[in-house]
């Protein structure tokens, strides 16, 4: 059973960096990806970034893309988000996101087979 436990959430002023860490633990973690997500309250789960875990290729959304990076490291089953020129706009609740086999159109969240609990970015004016 695979489980993803997010951390590195906070509050920072607009312009500033956070970073987020997601371990993932369990004998059969093994991912085909992993992936991450935000959600505001009352509305619907978007993709933020995704790398595929052998081969270390990454995808963006066009709203992160030149400030956010995903990295990996696969010693530690743990997937980061560094985050950085933060804006008042990504204020939202972070998730990361594990698919265990290959799959396409790896944006959609209802490819990923198991999520974390969120961890809250909060960015000030």
């Known amino acids: 059973q695979v489980q993803l436990v997010e951390s590195g959430g906070g509050l920072v002023q607009a312009g500033g960096s956070l970073r987020l860490s997601c371990a993932g633990s369990g004998r059969t973690f093994t991912p085909y990806a992993m992936g991450w997500f935000r959600q505001a309250p009352g509305k619907e789960r978007d993709f933020v970034a995704t790398i595929f875990w052998s081969a270390g290729m990454t995808y963006y959304a066009d709203s992160v893309k030149g400030r956010f990076t995903i990295s990996r490291d696969n010693t530690k089953n743990t997937v980061y988000l560094q985050m950085n020129s933060l804006k008042p706009e990504d204020t939202d609740l972070y998730y990361c996101?594990?698919?265990?086999?290959?799959?396409?159109?790896?944006?959609?969240?209802?490819?990923?087979?198991?999520w974390g609990l969120g961890a809250q970015v909060t960015v000030s004016s």
């Open positions: 996101a594990f698919r265990r086999y290959y799959a396409a159109a790896l944006t959609a969240e209802d490819r990923y087979d198991v």
